[in-house]
């Protein structure tokens, strides 16, 4: 069982549509992460949630932090084909370590 | 600034050969980590150091991986003798880990070695 589900595995969308991924643990985290990964490249850092019931944005993404702070939402507006990707949501565990969920691939068609 | 270099970028080897797979993390950073990605298992921590030091090796699979970080600058994977199982992108990644701080420092990862062994 992983301790960071990750929904759904695979999107497939159209440019200009929205979409949301989820990340969902029964584990209680002081703060969760997002990345979103290019193919062939390292997983790149958008957002650190700390607070329950957090609501970051960057330009057309939007990141909640459960109230709880077990789960986590990443909504995309108005997708754009450079918004393909994985996005992974990562929590700490322990010390430093970084528990990463399966991912989402994301494929936005132009 | 370089961001995190690894080295080589792609390695193909034959079963039960050894590989050492190569990182130089960003200056200034205190902490480096080593990932393995596949599809299966996604993306797994395998060995973190702190100043150096090993702090969570519990990923390493087994006693074929090591790892060391001679000084600040650089760190070694090595996988004797390796095994198909092996293939995998394995990632390094660097951080500043503050000390008080309440939250995850940001990683900043390399782009990877792409494993592959026959």
């Known amino acids: 069982t992983q301790l960071l589900e990750q929904s759904p595995q695979f999107l497939s969308i159209q440019e200009g549509e929205n979409l949301t991924v989820y990340c969902n643990s029964s584990?209680?985290?002081?703060?969760l992460q997002w990345y979103r990964q290019e193919p062939g490249e390292g997983p790149v850092l958008l957002v650190t949630?700390?607070?329950?019931?957090e609501v970051k944005k960057l330009k057309r993404l939007t990141f909640q932090f459960g109230d709880a702070r077990k789960d986590s939402s990443l909504h995309i507006t108005a997708a754009q084909p450079g918004d393909t990707g994985l996005y992974l949501c990562?929590?700490?565990?322990?010390?430093?370590?970084?528990?990463f969920g399966e991912g989402t691939q994301l494929t936005v068609n132009p | 600034d370089a961001g995190v270099i690894q080295s080589p970028r792609h390695e193909v080897t034959e079963m039960g050969q050894e590989v050492t797979l190569r990182c130089k993390p960003i200056?200034?950073?205190?902490?480096l980590f080593w990932y393995r990605q596949t599809m299966m298992r996604g993306l797994e921590l395998l060995i973190y150091?702190?100043?150096?030091?090993?702090?969570?090796d519990s990923g390493m699979p087994e006693d074929r991986f090591s790892a060391k970080m001679p000084n600040a600058s650089f760190s070694t994977l090595k996988i004797q003798p390796s095994e198909p199982r092996d293939s995998a992108v394995y990632f390094c990644?660097?951080?500043?880990?503050?000390?008080?701080?309440?939250?995850?420092?940001?990683?900043?990862f390399g782009p990877g070695t792409r494993l592959t062994v026959l």
């Open positions: 990644a660097s951080s500043f880990k503050a000390s008080g701080k309440r939250w995850s420092d940001t990683q900043y």
């Open positions: 990562a929590a700490e565990t322990s010390g430093s370590r970084l528990t």
């Open positions: 949630v700390v607070t329950g019931g």
């Open positions: 200056s200034g950073h205190n902490s």
């Open positions: 584990s209680v985290f002081s703060s």
């Open positions: 150091f702190n100043n150096n030091v090993p702090i969570d």
